[in-house]
Nanobody, 133 residues
Framework: QLQLVESGGGLVQPGGSLRLSCTASGFALDNYAVGWFRQVPGKEREGVSCISRSDEATYYRDSVKDRFTISRDSAGNTVYLQLSSLKSEDTAVYYC??????????????????????????WGQGTPVTVSL
């Protein structure tokens, strides 16, 4: 069974940091492009950051540029999202998702992060992030 498991969420004060992890089970995540998404109750899920299979390309939504960093571990089976300078508006459930594609253009990643139909193949269960005093 192909699974993605997120971890690392929690409660953090504004200005603080967290590192989220997305680990694959049942498949090799380094063969997949991976994205991080987030959702607040009552709102649509939105793309936060995506990384290509080869790590040659990354994409960030404007509101998290220079604050969040997406990366893979050397073994290639975990993708991280480093969250820094957190704001209350970053509060959400964060999900990772994967698609088995070798494309590495920024346009492809933008479409993955935009949740274009048919792009995402596997979803994780989510990890909550709460930014509050």
């Amino acid at each position: 069974q192909l699974q993605l498991v997120e971890s690392g969420g929690g409660l953090v004060q504004p200005g603080g940091s967290l590192r989220l992890s997305c680990t694959a089970s049942g498949f090799a995540l380094d063969n997949y492009a991976v994205g991080w998404f987030r959702q607040v109750p009552g709102k649509e899920r939105e793309g936060v950051s995506c990384i290509s299979r080869s790590d040659e390309a990354t994409y960030y939504r404007d509101s998290v540029k220079d604050r969040f960093t997406i990366s893979r571990d050397s073994a290639g089976n975990t993708v991280y999202l480093q969250l820094s300078s957190l704001k209350s508006e970053d509060t959400a459930v964060y999900y990772c998702a994967a698609t088995e594609s070798a494309l590495n253009s920024r346009d492809f990643l933008a479409r993955l992060c935009a949740l274009s139909p048919g792009y995402v193949e596997i979803w994780g269960q989510g990890t909550p992030v709460t930014v509050s005093l």
